[in-house]
Each structure stands twice: as structure tokens, then as C-alpha cells.
């Protein structure tokens, strides 16, 4: 069963916001110099902040659900403008349900380029 898709912008302020609740304040996520002097092609958004929102997205197919486990890889960078936003797109299919758990696989894309490597979750609802 397809899932549809859930569509979130991200912005540099979300980044800022995301830094302070985290305490990862890596200069990569908020400082275009910084971030194009490690060979980055701009300012990137946090790993962890790109897979809550996909997360955000498995909560709201499943509202009130227990998630028991969520892994991805980060492959790809989530490059934010200074200006405006980039939009993350989250698509899902249910893989399947046994013994009460629904396995859920994920396509995480910004402009069309996974983003996140093999991300699933598995909820119990």
C-alpha cells in the first residue's frame, strides 16, 4: 500500500532552531564559508533533523503508534539556501504487517536526490 507523500521545507532558521534543541552546532549547519571550505556545496541541514522529519511523516500515517524502530543511512546532503527554503519530500509503502508490527519503507528525496539511504520504520498501532 502507498502512502502519500508528506512535503516539508526546510529553512536556515529551522537549522538554527534544530542547532539550540540539539546542542549540535556544528558550523557546516548555519556558516556558507565554513561549510563550502570542507568541500560542502553550501549550508546543510542537520542528518538527525532530515530523518525526524521523515519520522514526522510516519507519525502522521500513524497517528498515536508505537514506533519500535527507525533506521536510515545519510547519504546525500539536504543543501539550504540562505534565502526562502528547500522542500524534503517523504513518500511511503507498507511492506507489510505481521504480529501487529507494520514495516514501513521510506523515499526520502530533496530536488528529485535521495536523500536518506534505506530508511524504515517499523510501527505498532
Not at 19 to 29: K, L, M, T
Not at 53 to 60: F, H, N, Q, S
Not at 93 to 121: H, S
Amino acid at each position: 500500500m502507498t502512502l502519500d507523500s508528506r512535503r516539508f521545507t526546510i529553512t536556515r532558521a529551522d537549522l538554527v532552531r534544530y542547532a539550540q534543541a540539539s546542542g549540535d552546532h556544528n558550523p557546516i549547519h548555519q556558516d556558507e564559508a565554513v561549510a563550502l571550505s570542507v568541500g560542502l556545496p553550501g549550508v546543510i541541514a542537520h542528518g538527525m533533523y532530515t530523518m525526524a522529519l521523515a519520522a514526522r511523516a510516519v507519525e502522521g500515517w500513524f497517528p498515536g503508534a508505537q514506533v519500535v524502530s527507525f533506521g536510515c543511512k545519510f547519504t546525500n546532503p539536504v543543501v539550504v539556501p540562505a534565502e526562502g527554503g528547500v522542500e524534503l519530500e517523504v513518500a511511503g509503502e507498507v511492506k507489510g504487517t505481521e504480529d501487529g508490527l507494520t514495516t514501513v519503507a521510506l523515499t526520502v528525496t530533496c530536488g528529485g536526490q535521495k536523500v536518506l539511504g534505506m530508511p524504515k520504520a517499523v510501527v505498532r498501532a
